[in-house]
Nanobody
Framework: VQLQVCGGGSVQAGGSLRLSCTAS????????MGWFRQAPGKEREFVAS????????YYADSVKGRFTISRDNAKNTVYLQMNSLNPEDTAVYYC??????????????????WGQGTQVTVSS
């Protein structure tokens, strides 16, 4: 599975961005999909995940209520809508695909495929 991430950029605090991640192949719907981010000098951290059917979503506390993960299995694409952005959201954002049985998976080592990352910069 190859994952192509699009949609990063620069925005002022309070603004919004939408990231998308499109997968190659015909097995997209068989994977739990997740978003992670890594800020300079920090470890990669879980942001959100979504079940194979899209019926369940999970978020890090730091983004809950501001970010929304969704997927369109017909388009092999997962999205991350980011609202009310603040400078602490500045990071490289990655999408990832996991074969793990549960969409609650937050451990990056349990994700099997990764996109290339996209920079999100939020200025105050």
């Amino acid at each position: 599975v190859q994952l192509q991430v699009c949609g990063g950029g620069s925005v002022q605090a309070g603004g919004s961005l939408r990231l998308s991640c499109t997968a190659s192949g015909r097995t997209f719907s068989s994977y739990v999909m997740g978003w992670f981010r890594q800020a300079p000098g920090k470890e990669r951290e879980f942001v959100a995940s979504i079940a194979r059917s899209g019926s369940s979503t999970y978020y890090a506390d730091s983004v809950k209520g501001r970010f929304t993960i969704s997927r369109d299995n017909a388009k092999n694409t997962v999205y991350l809508q980011m609202n009310s952005l603040n400078p602490e959201d500045t990071a490289v954002y990655y999408c990832a695909a996991s074969r793990f049985y549960s969409a609650t998976v937050r451990d990056s080592t349990l994700y099997n495929y990764w996109g290339q990352g996209t920079q999100v910069t939020v200025s105050s």
